[in-house]
């Protein structure tokens, strides 16, 4: 049943194996973002894109099996909500709106610069998810068959 | 070789793309096209070291370009017939062009030479991105330390265009439910 829908099992088996090092890219690029180029948009993009050769290459129904898209929807709908909570924490802190209050940390150090790092996480899960969520959301009418999808 | 020469190929480039996008009869090879402009942004955008913006648009690119793909493929939008240009409205538009174009070269030659002189506000964070957020990625401190106001706006946006598309597609499904009672 699996092996009809989506592309042929050569782009299937690539898929499967290059998968891995995508997410990775794109965490790498997310939790990067503060030390080397990227940060949370590109990251997020490149997330997206890896949802989405999955959705390509096994087709919407075996997707559809893997993904709990409703999970997927709650947590891109949180992101905007969790950015204002960690703006709201700098408030908390006697400080502004967005002030950076967390530990600094060093230069050059993965756990440096305080905020920008789950700053960064929120952005690219919320880019990621919503961009992929709306090619899914895009794909669920068929052009080929009209309105009966 | 300067910067300039290699932007100058990039920009011809771009512009040969478009044509060949606007040109083409195959709807896949003009999406191809467009996705060349793109790529050659991206490029330009290394060139001129900006890596986190070459990053984004080279991945957007490709986003944008599996979307076009989908959305155009199965369609035989190639089948419209082009638009028909009369006399005096191509002598109009080619005299608008020009003067548009011999005045922008007035007014580009009035221009400051291409980041000479850096703004106070970017001499500013080049100054202290370093010690105030400890940041090694200084667009990362201005995106999200100093401007992280903005960047909750932009955050905002998305989630207020991914809100109306689901409300667009969700309004088509409950008619149809409703048509089948």
């Known amino acids: 049943m699996s092996e009809k829908q989506g592309l042929t099992v050569i782009v299937k088996t690539v898929t499967r194996a290059i998968l891995p090092v995508i997410f990775l890219y794109g965490f790498y690029i997310i939790l990067h973002g503060h030390l080397s180029p990227g940060g949370g948009f590109g990251g997020g993009v490149v997330l997206a894109l890896a949802f989405l050769s999955v959705m390509l290459a096994y087709g919407r129904p075996t997707a559809q099996k893997w993904l709990n898209i409703r999970i997927l929807h709650d ?75 | 070789m300067p910067v300039d020469i290699w932007l100058i190929f990039l920009l011809s480039f771009m512009i040969l793309g478009s044509i060949v996008a606007l040109e083409i009869k195959d709807i896949l090879s003009s999406i191809v096209a467009i996705g060349v402009v793109g790529l050659a942004v991206s490029t330009a955008f290394l060139i001129l070291q900006a890596p986190d913006l070459a990053i984004v648009q080279f991945l957007f690119e490709i986003f944008a370009l599996i979307i076009l793909v989908r959305a155009f493929i199965r369609k035989d939008y190639h089948q419209l017939e082009p638009a028909r240009l009369g006399r005096l409205t191509a002598a109009l538009t080619a005299l608008t062009l020009i003067a548009v174009f011999a005045f922008s070269v007035h007014a580009f030659k009035g221009l400051p030479e291409f980041g000479r002189p850096t703004l106070a506000t970017a001499q500013y964070y080049l100054d202290h991105a370093g010690q105030q957020v400890k940041s090694a990625n200084i667009v990362s401190a201005v995106v999200l330390d100093y401007r992280a106001y903005d960047t909750l706006g932009e955050v905002t946006v998305l989630f207020t265009a991914i809100l109306g598309t689901f409300t667009i597609l969700r309004v088509r499904k409950a008619k149809k439910e409703g048509g089948e009672k």
Not at chain 1, 96 to 116: D, M, Q
Not at chain 1, 121 to 141: C, D, H, M, Y
């Open chain 1, 75 to 149: 947590v891109e709908s949180s992101g905007p909500l969790l950015f204002l909570a960690v703006g709201l924490l700098g408030l908390a802190a006697g400080g502004a709106f967005l002030l950076n209050v967390l530990g600094k940390g060093r230069l050059f150090n993965l756990w440096s610069s305080g905020f920008i790092l789950p700053l960064n996480i929120i952005i690219g899960v919320k880019v990621g998810l919503s961009l992929f969520l709306a090619v899914w959301a895009l794909t669920e009418w068929d052009p080929e068959k009209g309105d009966d999808t």
